[in-house]
Nanobody
């Protein structure tokens, strides 16, 4: 089994910064991509940013130039540096690991996605 553990959420004033981190643990053979999504009550979960094992990065238009996603060399931890935060960034942020192949399936094509438990980010004065 694979688990994603997130940390770094909290309350920050508009214009402030926060850094989220997410570490995957378990019997992991490989992870294709890791990233962050966010959700507010009554709305669908939306993409914030993703980074593949090859280093390709994709951001939502609403966060480009303000948020930066980084993945560690071991490729099991992903960080989201959030600068110039706005009230509309308030949401529960979820870490995602996509295309995870567990060690027991290394000789197969079986992969699956995993989600973290979510961390609250509140931007308010």
């Amino acid at each position: 089994q694979v688990q994603l553990v997130e940390s770094g959420g909290g309350l920050v004033r508009p214009g402030g910064s926060l850094r989220l981190s997410c570490t995957a643990s378990g019997s992991i053979f490989s992870i294709n991509a890791m990233g962050w999504y966010r959700q507010v009550p009554g709305k669908e979960r939306e993409l914030v940013g993703t980074i593949t094992s090859g280093g390709s990065i994709n951001y939502a238009e609403s966060v480009k130039g303000r948020f930066t996603i980084v993945r560690d060399k071991a490729r099991v931890t992903v960080y989201l540096q959030m600068n110039s935060l706005k009230p509309e960034d308030t949401a529960v942020y979820y870490c995602n690991a996509a295309g995870v192949k567990e060690i027991r399936y290394y000789s197969t094509d079986y992969v699956r996605d995993y989600w973290g438990q979510g961390t609250q980010v509140t931007v308010s004065s």
